[in-house]
């Protein structure tokens, strides 16, 4: 199993906990992103800088993804399509995205996005906070336990 991060969107916070859970279970985590990241010294976590583009890191991660393995990530699409690969996806507010919960996320980010093009704010999501990290590096450890990897 390996760790994908869909890096470009993830809070900073949350790369902290990857690049601890990397060390501690030695587990290969591989942030994807289109900008230049910097990542700590490790044999265990490395950067991938793609091109820059609409949707070309996430095609990059299904594309580098095989089954068992998790992505982080917060993007709706990406997550839909890990799970079509067989893999695990977990957005950084520590909620896993499910056969069972996937298309009705979907369309909800379709119904807000048809909202938001006929000009309603639909406003934003809430400021990420400590509960949120907190359900992330729980739901992490709890995944990675039943892998047994924790």
Partial sequence: MRIWVDADACPAVIKDILY??????????TLVANQLLRVPPSKYVRAVQV??????ADREIVRLTEPGDLVI?????????????GGHALN???E????????????MRAFLDELRGSGVDTGGPAAFNQADR?????????????AGLG
């Fill in 20 to 29: 601890r859970v990397a060390e501690r279970v030695q587990i290969d985590v």
């Fill in 51 to 56: 091109p820059a583009g609409f949707d070309v």
């Fill in 73 to 85: 990530t917060g993007d709706i699409p990406l997550a839909a399509d890990v799970l079509e690969k």
């Fill in 92 to 94: 950084p507010r520590g």
């Fill in 96 to 107: 896993f995205y499910t056969p069972d919960n996937i298309a009705q996320q979907l369309t």
């Fill in 134 to 146: 907190q359900r992330f590096a729980n739901a992490l450890d709890r995944h990675l336990r039943q």
